[in-house]
Nanobody
Framework: VHLVESGGGTVQPGGSLRLSCAASEAIESGYVMGWYRRAPGNEREFVAGVTYAGRIQYADSVKGRFTVSKDITQNTIDLQMNAVRLEDTGVYYC?????????????WGQGTQVTVSS
């Protein structure tokens, strides 16, 4: 599956931004969809994800600020980012794959840059 992110940009601390990810086809049955990010100089980290059944998980660092939503009919997953902080800066990647550790079965988007700056 081909994943394409959109919606990145520059936002001030405390502001909001909405990222979208569109899949080229229906997500494989049982697969999860989610968002990861890589900040400058850091490893890639999990941000938020939705299981095929609709169970949602968030990284502790974004709980209460970010909201992830999935639309099965449109094959999309969005990430609403509110009350953003400087440390939210990074490249955000949409991903999909089987539950469990990331593997070669996972598909990734090209990434979209989010910069939080005053």
């Amino acid at each position: 599956v081909h994943l394409v992110e959109s919606g990145g940009g520059t936002v001030q601390p405390g502001g909001s931004l909405r990222l979208s990810c569109a899949a080229s086809e229906a997500i494989e049955s049982g697969y999860v969809m989610g968002w990861y990010r890589r900040a400058p100089g850091n490893e890639r980290e999990f941000v938020a994800g939705v299981t095929y059944a609709g169970r949602i998980q968030y990284a502790d660092s974004v709980k209460g600020r970010f909201t992830v939503s999935k639309d099965i009919t449109q094959n999309t997953i969005d990430l609403q980012m509110n009350a953003v902080r400087l440390e939210d800066t990074g490249v955000y990647y949409c991903a999909s794959g089987p539950p469990g550790p990331i593997s070669s079965f996972w598909s990734w988007g090209q990434g979209t840059q989010v910069t939080v700056s005053s």
